[in-house]
């Protein structure tokens, strides 16, 4: 019988702390279960807590008599430490009633003395089982509860992992927050996130695009205007800022912002207050600013377009999101996220990605990063006729191999140099993801592994590319 299937090889082992006062039995657990679990034991209830205080162990074998301590009160002191470790009792057939009682307090199950070497694995077995199926459930617990806070950011590499730690710190004071990332990124699900995670994410998350609003309009947009104040208000009506009031505002493309009104957003930043257009009257307010851009604001900076000291004034905490080039491990996530949201928004059922598919997104450079991922995937789903985004639902531009090629030099490309170009790519993608593995990546190809072997010599594909 095996604890561990062929597949956990290289996991961390199961921990299992045997406790009993006859050597001689904890010795016989631990030829039984060393080839499948990490064995601790002790032989009393003094020595059982404090390793349980400073070790993580899964699974405890309990013998009900100890010298130092009732089994039953060791039971529930264990529980009293860790909830979620599983105990197994072991007694005598005369003290069953009690094992049984004991369960009631959570213990897993019981076995009796003697016991056959199958019956304790197959036991083992099942606790460990329910072990990792409880924390399971606890972290997809915590996955909801994370997706909730922020919102559509996908992705589980490193540094996707420090932004969400960097979210959740600056989420508990009201700094004020620059976001530096390249088009398409999500600096607007950034900046939603640290506002959803923040003490004022019941009250408003307002953002403007400051490059998207005319350059006459921009300052009313964001400071309000009194009635009157120019041609065409004919009512007052209230700016950004005060529609943020106790909540965010999230500034997005804030190196656009015309150098008059940098510094009208620097005395709002700095005093906490604004003047409508037309207006005499301070109003205080009390708003989160989180401001974004892709742009170079130190270089904005050296060449006089942008302020220092508001500079200095947003820079406060700076996050840096990376672009999707440098987290390829994410494209997988990702599409399956947004596979999920396209089926739902149409009405479809798609089922997923095709490999060779799945190899020309890794092999993409994503120039527009997430959002044109995205907007791929939407376009798939939406023309997909098959359980399986396959090569013919992608745009072609995503398919040729060389997209940086531009004008007239792509227009004239032979069709049979486009295909050899194509295949090349894809297939080095896919030897790449597997480590070179013909056998695998012929598999994912569709391809024999002889006729995987032709390709490659066909098209001079060595490993040392």
Not at 5 to 33: K, T
Not at 57 to 81: F, H, Q, S, T, Y
Not at 197 to 211: M, Y
Not at 418 to 446: D, M, P, T, Y
């Amino acid at each position: 019988m095996v604890l561990n299937p062929p597949e956990a090889a290289g996991r961390v082992r199961p921990v299992v702390l045997v406790v009993d006062d006859d050597a001689g039995l904890r010795e016989s657990f631990r030829l039984i279960l060393d080839d499948h679990c990490d064995v601790l034991d002790v032989s009393d209830g003094a020595g059982a807590l404090e390793t349980l205080r400073s070790c993580q162990v899964d699974l405890v074998l309990l013998d009900i008599r100890l010298p130092d301590i009732d089994g039953i009160e060791l039971l529930e002191r264990i529980k009293a430490l860790d909830e979620q470790v599983e105990v197994i009792l072991v007694t005598a057939v005369q003290t069953v009633r009690t094992a049984v009682a004991a369960m009631k307090l959570g213990a897993f199950d019981y076995v009796t003395k003697p016991f056959e070497e199958e019956e304790i694995l197959a036991l083992v077995r099942r606790a460990l089982e329910k072990r990792t199926l409880d924390r399971e459930v606890v972290y997809l617990r915590s996955e909801l509860a994370r997706q909730h806070d922020f919102e559509e950011l996908v992705g589980r590499h490193p540094a996707m992992q420090g932004l969400y730690q960097l979210i959740a710190g600056v989420a508990r004071t009201p700094v004020t927050v620059l976001i530096m990332g390249e088009s398409g990124t999500g600096k607007e699900l950034v900046a939603r996130a640290i506002h959803r995670q923040g003490s004022g994410r019941e009250r408003p998350f307002v953002p403007v695009n400051l490059a998207a609003v005319s350059e006459g309009l921009l300052e009313s947009e964001l400071f309000g205007h009194e009635k009157g104040a120019f041609t065409g208000a004919v009512q007052k009506r209230l700016g950004k800022f005060e529609l943020a009031h106790e909540g965010t505002l999230f500034l997005d493309e804030v190196a656009a912002l015309r150098v008059d009104l940098q510094a009208k957003l620097l005395r709002a930043l700095q005093e906490r207050e604004i003047e409508r257009v037309g207006g005499t009257q301070r109003i205080k307010i009390e708003v989160r600013v989180i401001a974004a851009t892709n742009a170079d604001l130190k270089k904005a900076v050296h060449e006089g377009t942008f302020r220092e000291d508001l500079y200095y004034r947003l820079n406060v905490v700076q996050i840096q999101i990376p672009p999707l080039r440098e987290r390829r491990e994410d494209i997988p996530l990702l599409v399956e996220h947004f596979i999920r949201k396209y089926n739902h928004r149409f009405h479809k059922q798609v089922a997923g990605v095709s490999p060779q598919a799945l190899a020309v997104f890794h092999g993409h450079a994503w120039p527009g990063n997430v959002r044109e991922l995205e907007n791929v995937v939407e376009r798939s789903v939406a023309l997909a006729a098959a359980p399986l985004i396959d090569l013919k639902d992608l745009p072609l531009d995503l398919m040729l191999p060389d997209s940086g090629r531009h004008g007239r030099e792509a227009e004239t490309l032979p069709l049979k140099e486009a295909r050899e170009q194509f295949e090349r790519q894809v297939i080095l993608r896919v030897l790449e993801r597997v480590h070179w593995n013909h056998s695998e990546a012929a598999r994912i190809l569709g391809l024999h592994r002889n006729g995987l072997k032709l390709k490659l010599a066909a098209l001079g594909i060595r490993r040392a590319e």
